[in-house]
């Protein structure tokens, strides 16, 4: 980032990068049938825990974010929201909504009964930054598996030009730290396209192993 986009080479870009925990629907076939939003299963209880224990270990390491990014969906969006709320008791950073992040899926994900703002104000009042759009320009839908990892690497290149504007705003700032969460495909193709290693073999582990 430093080198391409002509910032200071003193300043530090930590990315973490964690999958969401497990998932309700690898537990419960019937989930759906009570579900406003039959598409997008939510954390199972271990995957709650499993949440609030990634938020334990990353205010253990001392880490404080300056912009935490997620994936739309409930599972990704919900173990962002608790970790978050572990690192911090007062002021917490907003969540922005990242559709880069979203997960490679052929589910269509518009067909609803919930419509996404209303599915936002039910289940994340106040904590979504609603200031600022996702770097991505739009939802995915149907993407083949060389639409995908194109996305990532347009993800990686858009969020990679907002580190360098920040590095450049803030010029006095030494180490800037950022969390994405996302999806166990999503997490491949990003990693991979942080790397410029686009046949790496990545490992997606549950946010518990981030």
Partial sequence: ???????????????????????????????????????????SLEGLHQAVDLGNHLKASGVQFDEILSSPLIRTLTTTLLAR????????PPIRL????????????????????????????????????????????????????????????????????????RKDQQVFNFLLTTHASTYIGVVRAFLNQPSLVVSPVLCVDT
């Avoid at 709320?85 to 917490?92: A, F, G, R, T, V």
């Fill in 1 to 43: 980032i430093n080198a391409e986009y002509g910032v200071n080479m003193k300043q530090e870009v930590n990315v973490y990068i964690t999958r969401h925990g497990n998932r309700e629907d690898w537990l419960n076939s019937e989930w759906s049938r009570v579900s406003p939003y039959p598409n997008d299963p939510p954390l």
């Fill in 85 to 92: 709320n572990q690192i911090y008791k007062e002021n917490p």
């Fill in 98 to 169: 990242e559709y880069g992040l979203f997960e490679w899926d052929l589910v269509d994900f518009t067909n609803t009964t919930c419509p996404e703002n209303l599915l936002f104000e039910l289940y994340f009042p106040g904590h979504l930054d609603k200031s600022s759009s996702s770097r991505f320009p739009h939802r995915p839908t149907n993407e083949r598996i060389s639409q995908f990892f194109i996305r990532c690497n347009s993800f990686v290149q858009l969020f990679q030009q907002r580190v360098a504007k920040l590095l450049r705003e």
